[in-house]
């Protein structure tokens, strides 16, 4: 195997990389390498069986060709060289016809190998030429032997040297037209292998821009969404806080009314920074990524004080948020997220509760999960609203007290849930309240 694979980087040396010269240029070069070990073969070979003269012409060929080689090889001639061997190979075997016994001989034979290595290597355009005058020549010496047969003597001394002569020749034609046919076809797989290849780079290199393309589409949306939001949604509480501020300033108000002002003034920032808040950690999520850091969580430990904080928020509205779990129960998740998750859950069903409704927060092992669910009996939604609730084509909207959010604390309760390996979805009706379910490994 050593031995072979030498020979082939050997071959490639000397016929030219494929980087260096097309197809039918190594093929020519590869023919004339093949003359040249033929010819070295034929010079000592037609001396031994008493043909000196055509030894002699053999030697004179095998000079020139090694010069043809040489030029096209080494000094890049190759347009010249291939005519002139071309030409040249075909008026050595018409002078080979006459001096080895015309059709007694293998000349004939030789003729047809010179013919198709010749229609291997010239441009498609000079093939009819070419034909035409390969079979002229072959036509023109029948018609000689035919007609003057003294003209193309008997050349050989007996019966073993024409039967040694024809036999290596047959031999010869069968080798070059193998080597030729199988260079051929190994190129052409190698091409093909190498289309195929290309085509499926460029098939992936597509699918990959149409899927940078997506996802630039989508990032893209994202901002202009993230842009609206911010635009239209932290632009109303803020000027509703210059307006407070402006009324404090310039009117004179009781005691009584400078409360109110002031509760609602407190209320209006407590909402604002609220949605701020959301913004910058989904933008920051979007940006940065979340460092997730998972472990075993206890559900008193992680929510009691998150759960504590919403009862009196729903209080203020005359709701009764209750729980059904136990606190013991472990999870795998991480506490931020988790208390984040819940509490975005909660807020959201006060929110859309009306006075004196009911919240249910109840925790329920489920197999290899632990299902947290926040139920209500709130407005409820409608099936398109819940297809596209945990999305940025959700729209805020106002609770029943005229709650205002900004449309991302339930995209930012999946993406957050997601990352824990858990999973969220919902169940609502118009009119009939809303339940949400996050499953967390237990």
């Known amino acids: 195997m050593r031995l072979l694979r030498n020979i082939n980087k050997l071959w490639v040396k000397l016929t030219g990389h494929t980087s260096e010269f097309a197809l039918e240029v190594r093929i020519y070069h590869s023919i004339c390498l093949i003359a040249i070990f033929a010819l070295v073969y034929n010079v000592p070979f037609n001396y031994l069986i008493g043909l000196p003269f055509v030894s002699l012409v053999s030697l004179v060929t095998l000079t020139v060709f090694s010069l043809l080689y040489y030029q096209s090889r ?80 008997d050349s050989y001394r007996d019966r073993q040297s024409r039967y040694w002569d024809i036999s290596s020749a047959y031999i010869v034609v069968v ?9 051929f076809r190994r190129n052409y797989d190698y091409e093909k292998r190498s289309a195929s290849e290309r085509a499926n780079a460029i098939g992936r290199k597509n699918e990959q821009i149409m899927r940078q393309n997506l996802e630039l589409e989508k990032i893209n949306s994202e901002k202009n969404k993230l842009m609206s939001i911010i635009a239209h949604d932290l632009r109303s509480p803020l000027s509703n806080i210059q307006n407070y501020l402006e009324l404090v ?42 460092n997730v850091k998972l472990g075993y969580v206890n559900l008193k ?17 005359d709701i009764s948020l209750s729980t059904t779990l136990d606190w013991d129960t472990r999870i795998i998740a991480d506490v931020d997220m988790l208390q984040l998750v819940i509490r975005n859950l909660l807020s959201n ?42 999305s940025l084509m959700a729209t805020s909207t106002f609770g029943t007290n005229n709650e205002k959010g900004v449309g991302l604390g339930l995209l930012l309760c999946k993406e957050f849930t997601e990352l824990q390996g858990g999973r969220i979805w919902v169940e609502s009706e118009p009119d009939n ?9 237990v």
């Open 175 to 183: 080798v070059v037209i193998y080597y030729t046919v199988t260079y």
């Open 349 to 390: 069903a006060i929110k859309f509760t009306r006075h004196g409704g009911q919240v249910i927060f109840e925790a329920k092992q489920n197999g290899n999960e632990c299902w947290l669910i926040v139920r209500d009996n709130g407005v409820g939604m409608s099936a398109a609203k819940v297809n596209e609730l945990f």
């Open 74 to 153: 080494y000094r890049g001639r190759i347009n010249t060289t291939v005519i002139i061997f071309t030409l040249l190979g075909n008026l050595l075997f018409a002078v080979n016809f006459v001096l080895n016994s015309g059709t007694y001989g293998p000349t004939d034979l030789l003729m047809g190998l010179c013919i198709f290595l010749i229609l291997c290597v010239v441009p498609k355009k000079q093939q009819l030429f070419w034909i035409l005058f390969n079979i002229s020549i072959i036509i023109t010496g029948h018609l000689v032997e035919y007609y003057y047969p003294h003209l193309i003597p």
């Open 301 to 317: 430990e992680a929510l009691f004080n998150t759960i504590e904080l919403e009862k009196s928020i729903a209080s203020k509205k």
């Open 249 to 290: 300033t310039e009117y004179e108000l009781d005691s009584h009314e400078r409360h109110m002002v002031e509760e609602d003034l407190l209320k209006v920032t407590r909402r604002t920074i609220d949605m701020l808040g959301k913004l910058l950690m989904w933008s920051k999520a979007q940006m940065d990524g979340v």
């Open 433 to 441: 309240g809303t339940t949400f379910f996050v499953a967390m490994p």
